[in-house]
Nanobody, 115 residues
Framework: QVQLVESGGGLVQAGGSLRLSCAASGNTFAINIMGWYRQAPGKQRELVAS???????NYDDSVKGRFTIARDNAKNIVYLQMNSLKSEDSAVYYCSARRLGLDYWGKGTPVTVSP
């Protein structure tokens, strides 16, 4: 089992920045891809960014140039630096980890961007 705990969400004005962190614990050996998803009210959960153990990164087009994902493999932590936030970025952000074909999820941290 892998446990994921997110932190860093909150309320920010449009144009501001937040940094999310996600710490993995438990059976962290062989975690491959870690990522951030978000889900706004009434919408499906969507991928924001992902990073492999080797550092391959993918971003959703809507956040390219504004968000940066990073990973500390030694500490089993993944970060999401979010800059130039927009109201449409408001959502609950979930950390995910894939290990040996299984996906694990955190409980989420809310991000609210005020106009």
């Amino acid at each position: 089992q892998v446990q994921l705990v997110e932190s860093g969400g909150g309320l920010v004005q449009a144009g501001g920045s937040l940094r999310l962190s996600c710490a993995a614990s438990g059976n962290t050996f062989a975690i491959n891809i870690m990522g951030w998803y978000r889900q706004a009210p009434g919408k499906q959960r969507e991928l924001v960014a992902s990073i492999s153990y080797g550092g391959t990164i993918n971003y959703d087009d809507s956040v390219k140039g504004r968000f940066t994902i990073a990973r500390d493999n030694a500490k089993n932590i993944v970060y999401l630096q979010m800059n130039s936030l927009k109201s449409e970025d408001s959502a609950v952000y979930y950390c995910s980890a894939r290990r040996l074909g299984l996906d694990y999820w955190g409980k989420g941290t809310p991000v609210t961007v005020s106009p």
